[in-house]
């Protein structure tokens, strides 16, 4: 199973950036609701846990939140592997927009 790994530098500091986050999971919870299916998220403290199924694919991972960072680790299903660098580019994209 392929892993998609990012760490995404900021400057806001933990609770904002942890903040801006969980706003944001909730907006694509409501844009993608149509998308995905069997979504279990966990946020704590310092990030998330999550787990869905996309397109008939699970996806899974978590996402760490650090004074000056955000680390993505999600374990991708091996169908995905064609796609893992339009997806890597994307979140990626996504994550340095917010946490301007």
Avoid: C
């Avoid at 904002?16 to 409501?30: C, G, V």
Wanted: zero cysteines; proline letters at 4%; glycine letters at 4%.
């Amino acid at each position: 199973m392929p892993n998609l790994i990012l760490d995404v530098p900021h400057t806001l500091g933990q609770a904002p950036a942890l903040e801006r986050l969980k706003n944001k999971f909730s907006l694509a919870k409501d844009m993608y609701q149509a998308h995905i299916s069997h979504l279990q998220e966990e946020w704590n403290d310092t990030g998330l846990t999550f787990d869905f199924r996309a397109a008939g694919m699970n996806v899974s991972g978590t996402l760490a939140v650090e004074e000056a960072a955000v680390k993505l680790k999600a374990h991708l299903p091996l169908a995905a592997l064609l796609f893992k660098g339009a997806i890597e580019k994307q979140v990626r994209e996504e994550l340095e927009r917010l946490l301007r």
